[in-house]
């Protein structure tokens, strides 16, 4: 593995919304580093061509992989991808996932699960396939987006909410596990804020965005 001080970034989600708008600000700040500290970044969506223009504006800095991270032989791809570009991995951030609104008897098994499946076990996947790479290098940082909802849930945020509190707990515990190995774990709560949740999530009629 690389042993240079350029700090290496994965963020999923990078389309719109939080990702992109972390992936711009890391970029950002990365190119007013000394050359020997500027940031690496490889920024993840289901889409990455919507990230062209990133790749565009900082080719020797950011790499754009393409990512479901439901799926863990797209995961495990997508890391190995980030380290035959850059070499290493100091901070993951968790960030893709979308909301949903309904009433607990209203919304699907589908919908429940697939919720489930992309907000708590998602980061889950993501988190193992670093881990290894993170131990091998004694450092690390590992940011989990949550939300208001993972400590404080409203009416008909029962799925969501639910997912979002069950990542809050895996990230406690993850904080006292690594620790000792010089990992850092950090969840984000951040309440309601316009994003594109609503636009590019599968179902549209029952989404808000607020993580």
Known sequence: MSSNNKKVWLITGSSSGFGRALA?????????????????????ARKPE??????????ETV?????????????????????EAFGRIDVLVNNAGYGLIGALEEVSDEQIWRN??????GAINMIRAVLPIMRQQKSG???????????????????YGGAKFALEGVSEALHGELA??????????PGPFRTDFIGRSPFGRLLWSIA
């Not at 970029?27 to 993840?44: D, F, I, M, N």
């Not at 790499?63 to 380290?83: C, G």
């Not at 000792?180 to 709560?189: A, D, M, Q, S």
């Open 180 to 189: 000792p190995l010089g990992i850092k774990v950090t969840i984000v709560e």
């Open 50 to 59: 919507q990230l062209n223009d990133l790749v565009n504006q900082y080719p």
């Open 63 to 83: 790499k754009a992989v393409r990512l479901d991270i439901t799926n863990k032989t797209a995961v495990k791809a997508a890391v190995d991808a980030t380290l």
């Open 24 to 44: 711009e600000a890391v970029l950002k700040h990365g190119v007013s580093e000394a050359p020997a500290k500027q940031v690496r970044l490889v920024a993840t």
């Open 116 to 121: 489930f499946d992309t907000n708590l076990f």
């Open 141 to 159: 940082h590992i940011v989990n987006m949550s939300a208001i909802a993972g400590f404080s849930n409203e009416v008909g945020f029962s799925i």
